[in-house]
């Protein structure tokens, strides 16, 4: 495993980052062991840098697995907190759930645009003032955006970007491939560290997981990148193809095929907050009036089951 310094922040990160979304709620569902489990067989494996978000519900999985590590693990989350107080609550809800009085890195989550950045600089602040405080040691943003990462790179403030880059653009909501890369480049030498997210589009590009990991991988101004992994096999496989091996396990990773199913009738009111929540366009009102999906735009963020009020929409 390779590590490497996350920008200027002085946090050691190992290249290979633990997208946690996959063990929750959100997707896989796994047992509080059964994630554990998984956390502590990628630490075996060299992973000491875990994402997260306070959306995911994944917390418990990691602070489960923390209290057995023998390494230091590095835990970055982030929150769509939207005010002053509701940032306060997931810095404190954080530093509880994982049990640590100072957090490594604490991010604004999914910033979409200029104007969503600009509508929650009272969140910025609540960061700001955590990281003077010595509550967090880094802050910075995730995005899926070209746009903001570029713009992220010019201030100063920011320590670290976690942008959405896949060798085909999947997800970028503007520009493309390129766009993103010049904005991470851009990013590196201002300074901030950057850990990438969706490198196989949340499982759009499963049918070239290799060459799509590989890939991110492969981008020197990525000093990590986040993979999700729900079982053994995918991590085993994985962090093999990083190593330039071919592991058994890659023939059961190959059969995956995600999925999603909406429980339609009488479940789905039509009330559209899921489609307002997905930020690819993969999901529509259908003629009948009902949530209808473009398998096609998911990128399999599972962002949308947690809008759901009815519960209608889960991974299968
Ligand atoms: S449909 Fe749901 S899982 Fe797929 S990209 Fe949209 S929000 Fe994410
Ligand atoms: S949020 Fe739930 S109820 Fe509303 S449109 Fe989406 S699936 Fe249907």
């Known amino acids: 495993m390779e590590y490497r310094e996350l920008g200027d922040t002085g946090?050691?990160?190992?290249?290979v980052c633990f997208g946690s979304l996959t063990?929750?709620?959100l997707c896989a569902n796994l047992s509080l062991a059964e994630g554990r489990d998984l956390l502590l067989e990628a630490f075996n494996l060299g992973v000491t840098f875990i994402d997260s978000a306070e959306q995911y519900r994944t917390y418990p999985y990691i602070r489960a697995a923390l209290d057995q590590s023998e390494v230091p693990i590095v835990v970055a989350s982030k929150t769509y907190a939207h005010n002053d107080q509701e940032a306060s609550w997931a810095i404190e809800d954080a530093r509880i759930a994982l049990g640590?009085?100072?957090l490594d890195i604490f991010l604004l989550h999914e910033v979409r645009d200029e104007e969503d950045w600009h509508s929650r600089s009272a969140v910025w602040q609540v960061l700001l003032d955590a990281k003077a405080n010595g509550i967090i040691k880094a802050i910075g943003l995730s995005t899926h955006s070209a746009r903001v990462a570029s713009m992220a790179?010019?201030?100063s403030e920011v320590d670290i970007i976690h942008p959405l880059l896949n060798l085909a653009g999947i997800g970028?909501?503007?520009g493309g491939t390129d766009a993103m890369l010049s904005a991470i480049a851009a990013a590196k030498a201002a300074g901030k560290g950057v850990y990438s997210m969706k490198a196989i589009a949340g499982g759009g590009l499963m049918h070239q997981a290799k060459e799509a990991i590989c890939w991110a991988y492969q981008q020197p101004e990525v000093d990590a990148v986040a993979i999700g992994f729900k079982d053994r096999a995918e991590l085993i496989t994985d962090i093999g193809w990083l190593?330039?091996?071919?592991p058994a396990e890659a023939q059961e990773v190959a059969l995956i095929d995600r999925n999603m199913t909406f429980d339609k009738e009488p479940s789905c009111h039509?009330?559209?907050?899921?489609?307002?929540r997905c930020s690819t366009g993969a999901l529509y009102l259908g003629d009948d009036n009902l949530v209808a999906w473009d398998k096609s735009k998911c990128l399999?963020?599972?962002?949308?089951?947690?809008?759901?009020?009815?519960?209608c929409i889960s991974f299968c």
Do not use: H, M, Q
């Open 11 to 15: 946090i050691l990160v190992s290249r």
């Open 172 to 174: 970028i909501n503007d």
């Open 270 to 276: 039509g009330c559209g907050l899921c489609i307002k």
């Open 23 to 25: 063990l929750g709620p």
């Open 243 to 246: 190593n330039g091996e071919e």
């Open 100 to 102: 640590r009085e100072t």
């Open 153 to 155: 790179a010019n201030i």
């Open 300 to 311: 399999y963020c599972g962002y949308c089951i947690a809008a759901c009020p009815w519960f």
